[in-house]
Every structure is written in structure tokens, then in C-alpha cells.
């Protein structure tokens, strides 16, 4: 979960509910020479992704409603594949082998409503908020390529599905018409005020998702080894590519699905200064685990800060009880920064 977001308002409020979620993690690259050229210095990793949120509402006797956009990319690789990309782009010199290539992503931009509701039960010390968003969207590839590559030799073995609004990888089967999509998905949270001093608290995002795309481009099929056949005076080679794609007109329908995950916290007040927090979350096969100490001061304000193992950050941040801001980084230089976070949320009471 993004910043902590506590409900310190009567239920019969109106408030006025936003927050900001920006979060990319790269293994292979730093941040910025991932998303460029890929020339920074090459590191072990097989995984990176971005998500990204902008939430903005009203919620009233615990029924939230309002707007989302959303940016989510998600990428797995054979650690081999990123040593072929990193060569490749900065025109080293490859070894005389076959390299593993497995390259599996997705990548969706949304944009639409959310309707939640809190239900509060045991005295409103346990808070279960269920959350159901339906989106719209035009932008979506989901691939994924595994076989080998000899070198720098146009041979090998691929086997391709390649689904999508834009055809980034061949760039010949992009769809005439932007496919359109009709999706949703559904998020579920739990948060338990144990005793006064102790708070646990469980979330559960993309549960459910799905969004049917009409027209989407695809390409699917793959290629072999070059074999060869002799001839009198020398060798004639053929390549053996069997692919079907959307080329002319064979756009298909198809569903775009995402993985859960899932986060979980515990909160302690120590006393009336100080209260710690460790949490954990996981990504597919990510899990990342952040302990946090907060120092609370005139009345409602607290400056926090905590470290995060996995990504190596160290997160800085400041709240009270109507909003609240947080950056997280591994290294505060962005051009040698794996991770970078940045948070913020606004509850206001009318």
C-alpha cells in the first residue's frame, strides 16, 4: 500500500479522498538507463515493473466513489537475455554462444471509476473495504518470447504470443484502429485497531482483473535453428519461420488479465513520541519487507522513515491526519537509482 491513509473523520463526513502512487524497480539497469539506452553498468536481475496511481473522490457514510488512471508495466527476463540486450545496445562484442532469451511482460494504461465501501464491524475496530473499479482503455501488450539466439548470427530458436494495441517489437502488425477496452478490477483491505497501541492491516489489489480488447493486434508462432542443405559447389540455408499475425485485417478479441498482490503491515505506538511499522509486500515472485520508525510531534504530524530490503531503499516521509508525502530510493543519484517511489495522499473533511 501507498502511505498510510487512516479514516479519523466521523463517518458522516464528506471528504474529499486523493493519492499519488509512483513506483518503478528495475534488477538489470539503474532506473534511467533501462527506461533509455540500456548502457548503464549490468547487474544480476531478472524482473522490473512500474506502477502507477491517481486516485481522486468523495466518500460519505463509508461509500467512497470517484476517478482513476492508471500506468502499470510488469517485465520478467532470463538474466542471460539482459547481457544480449545490454551487448547489442552498446556494440560490445558478443560471445560465440547461444544466449537465453525469455522475455514475459505486461503493460496496460486505464483510465475510470472506483466505488468502495468501509464496512466497519467489532465497534469500528476492524475496518473491511472492498473496492471495485471499471475502466476503460485503448493502450495494452502482453508478450512473451523464450528460446535462444546465437551471438550476433541471425539463428536460433523463438517461440513468440505477442498480444497488443501497438506492435513495439516486429513494428509491422500495429492494428489500423486502436483497440478499444472494457475492463475491471477488484481490491479488497482489511485494517484491525487491535488495542489502542497496536494496528495490523492486510490488503489485497488487482484480485480481480480483466479487460476484453476488441481489435487487438497479435503475433504469434516461431522460428528454428537455419538448417542447410548441400548442393554441388556449397550449402544453401533457409530459415524455418512459421508465424500468424493480425496483418490484414485478423485483429482478434482478446483478454488482458494482471497478477495479484498483496500487501500486509503491522503498527505500533510505543508511546506518545514514537510507534513503529514493518511491512511486507509481494510482487509475483518480489517480496519486499520495510521496517519504519515515526516520530509524532505537535499533535498530529509525524515525520517517518524506514529502510526496505530487496530494493535496498530508504524511504522519507511526513503525515498528519489529512495528508501526507513520502519519497523512497535506493540511491539518491537517479542516474545510479534501481528503485524510486514517490507517494502522496490528501483526506479532507467537510
Not at 38 to 66: H, Q, R, V
Not at 112 to 129: C, E, M, Q, R
Not at 253 to 276: H, K, P, Q
Amino acid at each position: 500500500m501507498p502511505l498510510s491513509q487512516e479514516a479519523f473523520s466521523a463517518p458522516d463526513d464528506i471528504q474529499l479522498i486523493h493519492q499519488f502512487h509512483s513506483e518503478i524497480y528495475t534488477e538489470a539497469q539503474p532506473v534511467k538507463a533501462f527506461v533509455e539506452d540500456f548502457d548503464g553498468p549490468l547487474t544480476e536481475g531478472d524482473s522490473a515493473f512500474t506502477y502507477n496511481l491517481f486516485e481522486l473522490g468523495m466518500k460519505y457514510k463509508g461509500i467512497g466513489i470517484g476517478a482513476q488512471s492508471r500506468f502499470d508495466y510488469l517485465l520478467a527476463f532470463d538474466p542471460d537475455t539482459a547481457r544480449y540486450t545490454h551487448t547489442e545496445k552498446n556494440d560490445l562484442p558478443f560471445e560465440q554462444r547461444n544466449y537465453r532469451y525469455y522475455l514475459w511482460g505486461r503493460q496496460a494504461t486505464t483510465n475510470g471509476i472506483f466505488l468502495s465501501y468501509d464496512l466497519s464491524l467489532l465497534d469500528n475496530k476492524l475496518i473491511v473495504t472492498p473496492k471495485f473499479t471499471y475502466f476503460k482503455s485503448t493502450h495494452f501488450q502482453e508478450a512473451e518470447v523464450d528460446g535462444t539466439i546465437f551471438g550476433s548470427e541471425v539463428e536460433g530458436k523463438l517461440q513468440a504470443e505477442y498480444y497488443f494495441s501497438k506492435d513495439v517489437l516486429f513494428k509491422s502488425f500495429t492494428p489500423v484502429d486502436n483497440p478499444q477496452g472494457d475492463g475491471y478490477s477488484f481490491d479488497l483491505s482489511v485494517d484491525w485497531q487491535i488495542t489502542k497501541d497496536l494496528r495490523v492491516w492486510a490488503a489485497g489489489k488487482d484480485l480481480m482483473y480483466e479487460t476484453k480488447y476488441e481489435g487487438a493486434g497479435f503475433v504469434n508462432g516461431f522460428t528454428t535453428d537455419i538448417p542447410f542443405t548441400e548442393r554441388e559447389g556449397g550449402i544453401d540455408t533457409t530459415p524455418s519461420v512459421r508465424l500468424r499475425t493480425s496483418a490484414y485485417d485478423q485483429e482478434i478479441e482478446y483478454t488482458f488479465e494482471r497478477d495479484a498482490r498483496y500487501y500486509l503491515g503491522v503498527d505500533y505506538r510505543i508511546n506518545d513520541r514514537f510507534s513503529t511499522e514493518l511491512k511486507a509486500r509481494k510482487f509475483i515472485d518480489d517480496t519486499f519487507i520495510q521496517a519504519n520508525l515515526s516520530y509524532h510531534f505537535s499533535d498530529s504530524w509525524a515525520l517517518f522513515g524506514g529502510y526496505e530490503t530487496h530494493s535496498e531503499a530508504v524511504e522519507l516521509g511526513i503525515k498528519n491526519d489529512y495528508a501526507g508525502f513520502s519519497v523512497k530510493m535506493d540511491n539518491p543519484d537517479i542516474e545510479k537509482a534501481y528503485y524510486v517511489n514517490l507517494n502522496w495522499f490528501v483526506n479532507l473533511t467537510f
